[in-house]
């Protein structure tokens, strides 16, 4: 498998990332308990170097923030090119209620969407949806 580490397309793209890393964190979490999803059109992402390159990327911005780091990509599902990145840490305790009550919000509302319940769905802030447009909008920046 090539190496990323000098890569200078690596290199920006995990300056870029570092700051929508930081947003994934549940709020008053400490940093802890945070995950980022990318859904990608197939061609966008080769145009980025590809689904080893951002994972690369991925994995460089969250270890600059100390994550315990997993990553895992997929490239041609039905839905396009799937990244995502997972803050692997164990959550101190001062932490451990924020992001448990956060990840159990997160399956409420998947549950919400999967079975298409009435009502208002579970606030959201850090769905894949937003974190794909931030990260988009990152990306344009680092070429403009």
Request: net charge neutral.
């Amino acid at each position: 498998m090539a190496s990323y580490a000098n890569d200078p397309r690596c290199i920006a793209l995990a300056e870029a990332l570092v700051p929508l890393l930081r947003r994934a964190c549940p709020e008053n979490a400490g940093g802890y308990g945070g995950s980022l999803q990318l859904n990608l059109d197939d061609e966008e992402a080769v145009a980025m170097g590809g689904v080893q390159l951002i994972r690369a990327a991925m994995r460089r911005a969250a270890r600059s923030l100390n994550w315990k780091v997993e990553t895992a990509g997929w490239p041609g599902t039905q839905h396009g090119t799937i990244v995502l990145v997972h803050d692997r840490r164990e959550v101190p305790e001062p932490y451990a209620r924020v992001v448990n009550d956060d990840m159990n919000d997160r399956v409420r509302a998947a549950l919400h969407r999967v079975w298409d319940e009435h009502g208002e769905p579970p606030v959201q802030r850090r769905t894949p949806t937003l974190q794909t447009q931030e990260f988009r909008a990152a990306v344009a920046a680092l070429t403009s």
